[in-house]
């Protein structure tokens, strides 16, 4: 990292970025995808548009402030900068323990959840899949109002994705 000391990203630039990306997602999901909705496109595919672009962005972000800051492009410092490290044992110990705490917390305030989503204040919009929304069915072999047979692009973006995420 040619001996750099790496400065920390000053807490308002942090705020920054996560109000930006957060403004962009909730834009989309909220504005942007009702008017495709409108246009005849899923629900799945302005998800996919809205939700993943902004992370795609932060990533882009992130490799052009490292270039910015004059690191080499090496993976060895590149992983380096943005701490990326192998997990050790403790923490896959506490990822499982926080998957189970999750999951217990879920099977716990699901009817809760889905009592309050009744309430007209709480309620998720309409347009929103049963994914998103308790006050709606899921339909076998559909995901996010969308039918799955035969749709294997869904796999590839949806992983693509979670990268970027």
């Not at 409108?38 to 992130?62: E, H, M, N, R, S």
């Not at 080499?72 to 926080?98: C, G, V, Y």
Request: charged share 10%.
């Amino acid at each position: 990292m040619n001996g750099l000391t790496v400065k920390p990203v000053s807490i308002l630039h942090s705020i920054w970025f996560f109000v930006v990306s957060s403004l962009m997602i909730n834009i989309g999901v909220y504005c942007l995808i009702p008017m495709l909705m409108d246009k005849g496109i899923p629900f799945l595919t302005g998800y996919f548009i809205f939700f993943y672009v902004p992370l795609v962005l932060l990533f882009f972000a992130a490799l052009i402030l490292y270039k910015a800051e004059g690191n080499a492009w090496h993976i060895s410092d590149f992983k380096r900068r943005m701490r990326i490290n192998a997990l050790k044992k403790a923490d896959w110990l506490w990822i499982a323990i926080i998957i189970v705490s999750y999951l217990a917390v879920l099977v716990i305030l699901t009817p809760l959840i889905n009592r309050i989503a009744q309430v007209p204040f709480f309620s998720p919009p309409d347009f929103f899949p049963a994914e998103i929304n308790p006050n709606k069915l899921s339909v076998p072999g559909y995901a996010w109002d969308y039918e799955l047979s035969g749709q294997y692009w869904v796999i590839i973006v949806y992983f693509i994705g979670w990268f970027f995420n």
